[in-house]
């Protein structure tokens, strides 16, 4: 996988997603003041690889970072970042949940069988940091309930709270003069239920909330970037599954019918899994 930072605008850099250990996309946004770093990453060894290429591409001036949402692959570096770190109030109180846990196979274990893991985390927790797991959950230092304005000198950002299936403290970030909207993991499903899924009236909440936002670039936090007419394309999707999800109720057969009608062709695996999710929602 790609280990380099990428230039996203003249003035937001990013290190790639990596599917390998489940690492999300880790970026920085550079105003002439200060640098407002996303996400720490899933390890001290994802964070250091990030910061490590800040400096090797002269990217100064950052001490402050703000989390996207509490999982684990998006906090667990906030340690050997050692930023100020700021993150939406539920994002905390997830977080001081997991001060105390223990990491070793036998609790990751346990906790999955009671519901409170989720295995493939539990999986990618060991195969990221193998058998010597030394894990410190660090927690933010300021925390905010609806959202907050940055100044980063010439770059304004907006810090909204969005919450949804995924994850009821999701928050997005809007850096407003490059037109770039950083959506975390909000748009994906939720993922510590028995199956996951997806509720007509969160998606659609969500969306509104999404929608407010009018960017050039959209970063989901586990995919290559996208461009407008493609996320364009992705919430169209998602709106017409809501709105035949209500239609067809559990008759999953006549929703994937009328789908693949109105697409004018036959489900991908990705919007057969998302009709799955629907359908779990109800
Ligand atoms: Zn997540």
């Known amino acids: ?55 090797r591409c002269q990217i100064k001036n950052h001490h402050a970072v703000v989390l996207t949402h509490w999982h684990w692959d998006h906090s667990f570096g906030a340690n050997e970042m050692n930023k100020f770190t700021i993150a939406h109030e539920h994002t905390k109180t997830h977080l001081e949940k997991m001060v105390e846990y223990d990491w070793t196979d036998e609790a990751l274990a346990d906790r999955v069988e009671k519901g409170l893991e989720n295995s493939f985390c539990s999986e990618m927790i060991k195969k990221e940091f193998g058998a010597d797991r030394d894990i410190t959950i660090a927690l933010p230092n300021i925390t905010f309930k609806d959202k907050l304005e940055i100044d980063l000198g010439g770059i304004q950002c907006v810090v909204k709270h969005v919450g949804g299936d995924h994850s009821d403290d999701s928050s997005l970030i809007f850096a407003k003069e490059e037109k770039v909207l950083f959506l975390g993991d909000c748009l994906y499903p ?75 062709r036959k489900l991908s695996q990705l919007e057969e899994e998302v009709v799955y999710c629907f359908m779990n929602g109800l």
């Open 1 to 55: 996988m790609e280990k380099k930072l990428k230039q996203l605008t003249d003035r937001i850099h990013y290190l790639p997603h990596d599917p390998e250990t489940d690492r999300p996309i880790l970026s920085a946004i550079c105003g002439t003041h200060q640098t407002l770093i996303i996400d720490t990453g899933n390890s001290a060894k994802h964070a250091k690889l990030f910061l490590n290429e800040l400096d």
């Open 190 to 264: 939720s993922i510590y239920t028995q199956q996951p899924q997806y509720k007509v009236d969160n998606v659609r909440h969500l969306l509104e909330n999404i929608e407010m936002f009018d960017a050039d670039v959209y970063v989901l936090s586990h995919e290559p970037l996208l461009a407008k007419e493609d996320f364009k394309g992705y919430i169209n999707l998602l709106k017409l599954i809501c709105n035949l999800t209500e239609k067809h109720e559990r008759n999953h057969l006549n929703l994937v019918n009328e789908l693949s009608a109105q697409l004018n």
